[in-house]
T-cell receptor, first 113, second 114 residues
């Protein structure tokens, strides 16, 4: 069965420093992978998605993620954190049937000035 | 651009009451979903539909029912509300998940059962 594990429940960074949010997946097939962001009391917004094209995926707001099949990882990065990046981030994988998404438990990103 | 619209946004229910969370999308998407979000648990799939007249259970369907009579609408019904159903509910839609089509989420419905 497919699953996704977000390795950190909480990440704290200072404004202007790099962001790394880690995600590992388990799948017996080639999945589609996504990162979603959720700001407090808001819905979910797609940051980026991997669909078996380029392994380095660029998303909105300066985020990017690299698909590494050998490591079964899909870590999210950003060179320089901004205060507005403070939010909950979800790593997501599609199920094998392609009928639904499976969510990780989320990583809360805090950004201090 | 309406996208995915959920109502109500907030609701307090008493134990044993019933209610329906409404969801409609105007993007002509075939796929629609209901998720619930509990603190520290991510989102769990309740039910999904791949087209009008077709629904299927997700990971946590107990205590819920759905119907899909039209492409646009996918209501979620709670028949006998229980405190364990206190959660934030998200409706979503997509063309499909093939080639990673984007899923669009509603803004959520906060439900408290007391």
């Amino acid at each position: 069965a497919q699953s996704v594990t977000q390795l950190d429940s909480h990440v704290s960074v200072s404004e202007g420093t790099p962001v790394l949010l880690r995600c590992n997946y388990s799948s017996s097939y080639s999945p589609s992978l996504f990162w979603y962001v959720q700001h407090p009391n808001k819905g979910l917004q797609l940051l980026l998605k991997y669909t078996s094209a380029a392994t380095l995926v660029k998303g909105i707001n300066g985020f990017e993620a690299e698909f590494k099949k050998s490591e079964t990882s899909f870590h999210l990065t950003k060179p320089s954190a901004h205060m507005s990046d403070a939010a909950e981030y979800f790593c997501v994988v599609s199920n094998q049937a392609g009928t639904a998404l499976i969510f990780g438990k989320g990583t809360t990103l805090s950004v201090s000035s | 651009n309406a996208g995915v619209t959920q109502t109500p946004k907030f609701r307090i229910l008493k134990i044993g009451q019933s209610m329906t969370l409404q969801c409609t999308q105007d993007m002509n998407h075939n796929y629609m979903y209901w998720y619930r979000q509990d603190p520290g648990m991510g989102l769990k799939l309740i039910y999904y539909s791949v087209g009008a007249g077709i629904t299927d259970k997700g990971e946590v369907p107990n205590g819920y029912n759905v119907s899909r009579s039209t492409t646009e609408d996918f209501p979620l019904r709670l028949e006998l509300a229980a405190p364990s159903q206190t959660s934030v509910y998200f409706c979503a839609s997509s063309l499909s998940l093939d080639t990673g089509n984007t899923i669009y989420f509603g803004e959520g419905s906060w439900l408290t059962v007391v």
